[in-house]
């Protein structure tokens, strides 16, 4: 799998997991009628949206842990919620999965790579 099919797989995943955590709590099957609180887990996905949509290495390094919190409730909530929300748990984790796989296709295809926007040290610090 090339660098940039990886990307766009691991992108449209996250943005997939983003989605579904939103439309899972308020619309699909929330908690409680009208919505709940447990929206609020899609918080944590917004952080490193920004550094995978410009493809940093770095972000998809931690995200790919992050990533499992999702793969867990997915589990979990797929083997205990009934209906239309176990349904809902095991797309979490079918994205997940994706997500993860994505995003070691992806480092493993831009190892050794330079990153995309490198930052220059202040005043040269910190060369030799």
Do not use: H, Q
């Amino acid at each position: 799998m090339n660098a940039r099919l990886a990307w766009l797989a691991a992108c449209a995943a996250w943005i997939g997991l983003i989605l579904l955590g939103l439309a899972w709590e308020l619309y699909l099957a929330p908690l409680r009628p009208g919505g709940s609180w447990l929206v609020l887990k899609v918080v944590p996905l917004l952080l490193p949206l920004m550094g995978l949509l410009r493809g940093r290495r770095y972000t998809f390094k931690w995200s790919s842990l992050l990533v499992w919190a999702c793969m867990v409730e997915g589990a979990l909530r797929a083997a205990s919620d009934p209906g239309p929300s176990a349904r809902l748990a095991i797309l979490e984790l079918a994205l997940g999965t994706a997500f993860f796989l994505s995003a070691v296709a992806y480092l493993r295809a831009t190892r050794g790579a330079p990153s995309p926007s490198p930052r220059p040290s202040p005043r040269g610090e910190g060369e030799l």
